[in-house]
């Protein structure tokens, strides 16, 4: 087990440099050059010379990019064109808006998903099968943009039980926080709520089909009793796995979300930054998110060794 | 009988003052949909930034909410040499800074201002002040400031929260981080600043002017204009920055908000090359502008009427603004365009490129503009970009046509200046490469002269010369529209889109 987890630890120091070299050349590529951008319409052509003499722009790329990576590996990001913050304090000032409505998201998106897909499984080609189907596939299809403006106007402008827009203050209370955070995760998690759901279905189909689930139930065990015991812990595999892939998709629809909703997260800030050219905060973002995900993907790999002894054991672990 | 009179009198005068009392108490929240990105003057290069800073910095001189006048803040009155290059100021003697870490709320004195404009001059990214040539300091409060070259809209370019007044203790003291701890002479103080959610500020009680009805101001960033406005109409902003047009009805059919429309200092046009391909030729551009009705560009982009065609760079919102605009227009004459291009060998038609940002107005003005053009037999391609990469088109003298937007002061030279001097051929503003000595010689005549009447002439006559050429086909100018809460009282939607709780002339409160 342990030398499962030295090797995946390892292998994200190549993964992370590979990022880091792709967005750097991306961000060069992309038409636009940064001091004209940030300067706006109305800068004068000496101002952006000496804007971009400033940041180092007039220099070669390839200086550019080692001078880049140097200070990377020392911790500085630099500092944000647009805000003339640190970059890191930016990130980290907004990785918890991002975290939040991600992980709220996939929880609605579980705690729902899971339980619909396993009644679906269990009620195999009934109606209650036909609808839960049927709405996963709604839930997958509808644009995040558009179901988020539904859920302001029916649950903010007309019932008027939710804020519209905001992330709410952690002073004011857990309320305030978990009020503002309903709809957007709602609006975020509803994609992930669907494949979730038709996951867990089609995992717990295959997994009710087996020899051993009906074995299980011909000794006359209760139904429950195998549902949960014997099929679900075996049907959990690969939704855990389809879970984790999940985060990865959240975060990047945090993007949509946030800017609907008016939420101070990550998303928000890296569209921002693109649109701006802010190379430095560009780089250092993708460099955290690619982090995340890398990190996420590792601890669902741990997770999943876990659950199914097989693979502990093909990477020679002590069992 | 005069026991009751007394009583009236007691209720009338107490509800009064219960009244002023509350007047005083009032909380108001202002929704935009641009994100302020700095609190330090000399960095800022957005209307987001300006718009938060001017509650904690005041600039020598200041416009009314209405953006007509300019009127003395922390100067008190100035005068100017008559060739317009020596400035001086005087200033108010009763002004004090806020107080703050590294100084306890002292005067601002003359000292002050050299010191944050030679700041501005040296750390902004964009000076505004450029044209300053130096700075001395008369005595404490007299300040003489000379120009490189006479400059009439001098004072329009103090306006500019780029030449507020900072103190030097607090900004060398903070060092980089006086962003966050922003100080200076006005009359809010910056209370807390969630980054892309909300900023909030307190009324400074010593401030020292006029004391302003709003105690607690809140600015809440929503980057959805569509969600703006529901965030308005569910009363979770008081006024919100910008309505979309197709949102107005939306916003009047409730009875307890309103759809302010000011004219706006903005136009947007197609800019065509004058240096490179077939719009050099007069007679093409001709054609275009006989092809093109520009009342339909307005009607397909405003049907609920927040914007109105244009017919000249001068948008209604300037001073300079010339009624008679029209008369140097070239109107709408399909036939006589088709006519103009059989004569000059167009006829087995001819292919344009139009560039325009992914601003949707512009696409769609783009868009009328391709399908009455081939009306004619022109084809235009219209390719829309986001907006880095437009603006790198734009100014690098290869597009055909680019679709421009320019927005700024009521004064003319930041219109006519800006986007046909030649001096400006190439950047953004004047990505057509506009070249005309005799416009120069105009633009050049008004910065330079001190009388506000012979100044419009000269950039009347500049833009005259400018619709002659044909270069420069005006599309629409949009109007500044507000949602604002009948709650709020005082306000006044300016048209700079800058919105102002407290100005010269200017006290919002809330009821």
Excluded: C
Aim: charged share 20%.
């Amino acid at each position: 087990m342990r030398k499962f987890i030295v090797r995946r630890l390892l292998q994200i120091i190549p993964t992370l440099f590979f990022v880091l070299l792709t967005v750097f050349f991306l961000m060069k590529l992309i038409p636009g050059d940064p001091a004209a951008v940030l300067l706006g319409p109305g800068a004068r052509a000496q101002d952006i010379e000496r804007f971009r003499a400033e940041l180092g722009l007039d220099q070669p790329v390839f200086t550019q990019f080692a001078l880049y990576l140097k200070r990377v590996f020392t911790g500085n990001f630099g500092k944000s064109l647009i805000y003339r913050q640190d970059v890191i304090s930016l990130i980290v000032e907004r990785l918890p808006t991002t975290l939040l409505l991600s992980v709220s998201a996939l929880f609605i998106a579980s705690i729902i998903g899971i339980p619909a897909g396993i009644l679906a499984a269990t009620k195999h080609d009934s109606f209650v099968d036909f609808s839960i189907t049927i709405l996963s596939l709604v839930g997958i299809s509808v644009p995040i943009f558009w179901f988020g403006m539904i859920l302001i106007i029916v649950f903010a402008l007309q019932l008027g039980w939710l804020p519209a827009v905001g992330i709410g203050n952690i002073s004011n209370g857990l309320w305030d926080v978990v009020k503002h955070i309903i709809l957007p995760s709602t609006a975020l998690g509803i994609q992930s709520m669907g494949i979730i759901t038709r996951f867990t279905r089609s995992s717990m189909l295959e997994v009710l089909r087996q020899d051993y689930v009906r074995t299980a139930m011909a000794k006359g065990l209760k139904k429950r009793l195998v549902l949960y015991n014997h099929a679900l812990r075996n049907a959990l595999v690969p939704i855990v796995t389809v879970i984790g892939l999940q985060l990865g998709t959240l975060l990047a629809g945090a993007v949509l979300t946030e800017t609907v909703f008016a939420l101070p997260g990550l998303g928000k800030l890296m569209i921002d930054a693109i649109l701006r050219r802010d190379f430095l905060l560009v780089q250092g973002e993708v460099l955290v998110i690619a982090f995340i995900y890398i990190l996420v993907n590792f601890i669902v790999d741990t997770l999943y060794a876990f659950l199914n002894p097989k693979i502990r054991v093909a990477y020679g672990g002590s069992q | 009988m005069r026991k009751y009179l007394v009583i009236m009198f007691l209720v009338v005068v107490l509800s009064f003052s219960a009244f002023a009392a509350e007047k005083y108490d009032s909380e108001l929240v202002v929704g935009t949909d641009q994100n302020p990105t700095t609190m330090d003057p000399a960095m800022y290069q957005d209307l987001a930034s300006s718009q938060v800073m001017r509650n904690v910095f005041e600039t020598l001189v200041a416009y009314t909410a209405d953006v007509k006048e300019i009127e003395p803040v922390i100067a008190e009155s100035w005068t100017v040499s008559d060739d317009l290059t020596v400035w001086t100021f005087k200033l108010r003697e009763n002004v004090f800074f806020q107080k703050g870490k590294f100084q306890d709320g002292r005067n601002v004195t003359a000292e002050d201002v050299k010191y944050s404009f030679e700041r501005e001059m040296e750390i902004s990214p964009m000076v505004r002040i450029y044209m300053i040539d130096t700075i001395e300091v008369v005595d404490t409060y007299t300040v003489k400031i000379t120009l490189q070259y006479p400059y009439a809209p001098f004072l329009t370019v103090l306006t500019d929260i780029g030449a507020a007044i900072v103190p030097k203790e607090e900004v060398e003291g903070w060092g980089d981080d006086f962003v966050l701890h922003p100080i200076g002479s006005g009359p809010y103080v910056l209370k807390e600043w969630v980054k892309d959610d909300h900023m909030s500020f307190e009324r400074y009680e010593e401030y020292w002017g006029e004391k302003p009805y709003v105690k607690n101001l809140t600015y809440k960033f929503i980057p959805d204009k569509a969600v703006l406005t529901l965030a308005l109409l569910s009363g979770q902003v008081d006024i919100s920055s910008d309505i979309l047009d197709q949102d107005i009805p939306k916003v009047t059919a409730d009875p307890n908000v309103e759809a302010v429309m000011v004219g706006g200092n903005n136009i947007y046009a197609a800019y065509m090359n004058a240096t490179k391909g077939p719009t050099t030729d007069p007679k093409l551009r001709e054609a275009i502008f006989k092809a093109i009705d520009v009342t339909q560009i307005a009607k397909v982009i405003f049907p609920n009427e927040s914007g109105v065609p244009a017919y000249g760079p001068i948008p209604p919102g300037s001073w300079a603004y010339n009624p008679d605009v029209q008369d140097f227009y070239t109107p709408y004459d399909p036939e006589g365009a088709k006519q103009i291009l059989k004569d000059a060998g167009y006829s087995n038609g001819l292919k344009l490129k139009m560039y325009t940002s992914d601003d949707p107005n512009r696409r769609k003005m783009a868009i009328v503009m391709q399908s009455m053009l081939k009306q004619v037999g022109i084809d235009l391609e219209v390719i829309s970009l986001e907006w880095g990469s437009f603006i790198e088109v734009s100014g690098n003298g290869e597009a055909d046509i680019y679709a421009i937007g320019w927005t700024w002061y009521p004064d003319p030279e930041f219109f006519m200046y800006y986007m046909f001097h030649s001096s400006t051929a190439g950047t953004y503003g004047n990505g057509g490469r506009y070249n005309n000595p005799e416009v120069d010689k105009y633009i050049e005549l008004g910065e330079s002269s001190a009388d506000q009447d012979e100044r419009i002439m000269y950039y009347r006559k500049a833009e005259e010369l400018v619709m002659k050429d044909r270069f420069f086909f005006p599309g629409y100018h949009k109007l500044v529209v507000m949602g604002v809460s009948d709650k709020v009282k005082g306000f006044t939607v300016s048209s700079d889109m800058t919105i102002r709780v407290f100005a010269p002339g200017t006290n919002v409160y809330v009821e």
